[in-house]
């Protein structure tokens, strides 16, 4: 027998009232037993994860309709599990017009029609679970599609009972001090409804109405929905969103007290309902406010580190550490339950909000020179091509973004190093099809015409498939796949990664050095962020007269620390990791 999810309950509780609920299928699902990981029931799992992010709809088609499914995601979950992931996260699959990649919800507890039913959905969890795999969903809390029925019903009837589902106003003057997100293609928060002859309120697309957390009733509905989804096996839920929950006049109406005190009451549910379950923030702040989304370790388990992230791309241009170090240094301690989520790239433009305006300028001048590159405050386009597929910068930036505090969030295709596309429109660039294989037209995608694709699978070198593809990098093994899974070996190897302290090492030159240690464990980071050749010199208390390992680098061997100050020479953009620990552990062998 495979081993159930240690974290779903013996006997979940039946939803209050889920005025919307579908039921979830029953029927059990036949496995075999898989070999090989398995799922630890550890509650605080996601603090050694390594994520995972797939657009379902760009990565493997199983039905030849063109558009990639949930089961075409159960058809990958041995190469996910080969690569290393821990837990994948999964975009909204909930049916949806699909004017914002399904982030406009049309029916929260249900599944779109082309990417699968209740019943995939369940196999889809089972057949992970049995892979060691947990799998988490976006669950979009802020607003739903304006073809939900609940906003048809609130526009059509304001007296009845969805009537104030919403934020309707007379006028369009109220909150203006909160910011446009979507600033090219928004003017307004506002929107006139005709039918109603009122405004209501949306922080993104004109069609992505925001739901009234005023009216209590919202917030069951909305639990009820997260109960179906836990009922049926999620492991918890990326919170899309989330500082946008309320409202308050005389504010940027982000991070508002009333909004905390929602996720604080979706917590205790979680808590009490279904324990072990996740909560993961989507909170593009600055790190003071960021760490809000945890509250007092009774909030979110997991918030995104946004500003992190533009600040590695930024060290790699400027050849200098000044920034990460600093918004490291300004980002407060979290609960001890909780765990920060770093990222490179996600399905979104890389964005820009969390630095300033002149570091914006400079980020965009670097690396968006072209305005089709650029979306809202951010830039529309993939690792590789950020780095101009130098593959020196990809291994440096993973090796930051992998031994830094936080579970990392890989994005599906850059361990290959995927191209974008910078002709489609949106952030649809940065979500054409997974490229399995050299073999056309489909790149094991999809066997269908590819003009039912909805977006083109690239064929042109340098990214086309016959460049980069998962067959050929599976067979090389020097390849960034190859290395990247090798990587993730260490890092699953050595709990240090997720669960130690951080320091920063002063180092003399612009090499960004760091220290992370749990006991009497103590791995080093050393990162030259330069185009040249650079001396990590450093020092070391303590470890004199100890040799290190290298636990992954661009250098095969370390010198033995002979006296406090310690040198190596590090080379272009290379980096390594080494462990002092007693007593010395095993290498990893690449597998
Ligand atoms: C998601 C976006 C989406 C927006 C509105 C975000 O933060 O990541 O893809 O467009 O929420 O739902």
Request: negative net charge; contains cysteine; glycine residues 6%.
């Amino acid at each position: 027998m495979t081993q159930a999810p240690a974290s779903v309950p013996a006997a979940a509780p039946a939803p209050a009232s889920a005025p919307t609920a579908a039921t979830p299928a029953d029927d059990a699902v036949e496995m075999a037993p898989l070999p090989g990981r398995s799922l630890t029931d550890d509650p605080q799992w996601f603090k050694k994860a390594v994520f995972y992010e797939v657009w379902v709809r760009a990565f493997r088609d199983s039905t030849g309709t063109g558009v990639g499914d949930l089961n075409g995601l159960v058809e990958k979950l041995d190469y996910l599990a080969w690569l290393g992931v821990d837990c994948i996260w999964i975009p909204p699959f909930f049916p949806s017009p699909e004017r914002d990649g399904g982030y406009d919800v049309d029916f929260l507890t249900g599944i779109q029609v082309q990417l699968g039913t209740h019943q995939g959905m369940k196999v889809l969890l089972q057949e992970a679970h049995a892979r060691g795999i947990r799998v988490i969903s976006d669950f979009v809390v802020n607003h739903t599609s304006s073809d939900h029925p609940w906003f048809i019903s609130s526009r059509e009837d304001p007296e009845g009972p969805h009537g104030d589902y919403y934020v309707w106003r007379d006028d369009d003057t109220a909150y203006a001090d909160a910011r446009i997100i979507f600033v090219d293609s928004e003017e307004s928060n506002w929107t006139f409804d005709p039918v109603r002859k009122q405004f209501y309120w949306h922080r993104f697309y004109h069609h992505q109405p925001d739901l009234n957390y005023d009216n209590p009733q919202v917030l069951e509905e909305i639990l009820n929905a997260l109960r179906f989804w836990l009922d049926l096996g999620l492991d918890g839920f990326r919170l899309d969103a989330v500082p946008y929950l309320v409202e308050e006049e005389g504010t940027n109406c982000e991070n508002l007290p009333g909004t905390h005190a929602i996720l604080k009451r979706i917590r205790q549910m979680v808590d009490e309902e279904y324990p072990g379950r996740m909560l993961l923030a989507e909170a593009n702040q600055w790190p003071n406010e960021a760490v809000e989304y945890f509250g007092d370790g009774d909030e979110c388990h997991m918030a995104f580190h946004f500003p992190v992230m533009p600040r590695m791309f930024m060290a790699l241009r400027q050849g200098s550490r000044a920034s990460i170090s600093q918004i490291l240094a300004d980002t407060p301690e979290l609960p001890e339950n909780c765990q920060w989520a770093t990222f490179l790239r996600n399905h979104d433009e890389l964005t820009l909000e969390m630095v300033t305006e002149e570091e914006r300028d400079y980020l965009w001048a670097q690396y968006a020179p072209v305005s089709k590159m650029r979306l809202n405050l951010g830039i529309r386009r993939r690792l590789a091509p950020l780095v101009d597929n130098d593959i020196r910068q990809i291994k440096l930036l993973h090796s930051m973004l992998l031994s830094l505090p936080g579970s990392p969030v890989l994005y599906y295709g850059d361990e290959i190093g995927m191209g974008d596309n910078i002709w489609l429109p949106d952030r649809d660039g940065v979500r054409t099809p997974m490229q399995w294989t050299s073999e056309g037209p489909g790149g094991g995608f999809s066997e269908a015409n590819p003009y039912l694709f909805p977006k083109p699978i690239p064929c042109a070198p340098p990214y086309g498939i016959e460049h980069v593809n998962v067959a050929d990098q599976q067979a090389d093994p020097d390849s960034l796949l190859n290395w990247l899974r090798h990587t993730l070996q260490v890092r699953r190897a050595h709990e240090v990664f997720g669960l130690g302290s951080f320091r920063e090492l002063e180092s003399t030159n612009e090499v960004f050095a760091f220290e992370r240690a749990q006991g009497s464990t103590r791995v080093l980071s050393f990162n030259n962020l330069t185009e040249w050749p650079q001396l990590v010199d450093v020092q070391l208390e303590g470890l004199v007269g100890r040799t290190p390992s290298v636990l992954s680098g661009s250098i095969g061997e370390a010198p033995e620390v002979i006296v406090d100050q310690y040198q190596l020479e590090l080379p272009p953009f290379g980096y390594v990791w080494l462990l002092f620990s007693d007593p010395p552990a095993t290498p990893v062998q690449r597998s």
